[in-house]
């Protein structure tokens, strides 16, 4: 039993301590002042925003080769959907040189002004074709 005032009050004080206890990761005790908190804490949102900065770069250069790649792809359907236009476009003015010099011919019959005719048609055709990209083999 207790027995006097005194002795009661020491027994409620033992009782009521209150305990500090510090948990760290690694188990050992950490002396950090508010100054390194806060560099660290600065360090952490500097660092941040870098991968903020990085993922953003990241993601344009992302959706920019995804419309190098569309792009390219429609300018290579486009080229050879008017390849063949390009090369008939050469070759009309060599077709209306062979209709113009088989109509001549059916006029007058005369060969030196035929065989004149279609060597002009052919080197306006072998033009056209140099002009597409062809070279002539021997």
Known sequence: MIKNKKDKNEKNSEEKKEVEIKINGSGEEENTSPEQTSAETDKIKELEAQVQQ??????????????????????????????????LTDLLPVVDDFNRTMA?????????ALKKGIDIVYAKFKTALEKQGLKEMD
């Open 54 to 87: 990085l993922k953003d770069q990241y993601l344009r250069t992302a959706a920019e080769f995804e419309n190098y790649k569309r792009r390219t792809d429609l300018e290579k359907a486009e080229f050879f959907a008017y390849a063949g236009e390009r090369l």
């Open 104 to 112: 001549a011919f059916e006029k007058s019959h005369d060969n030196e």
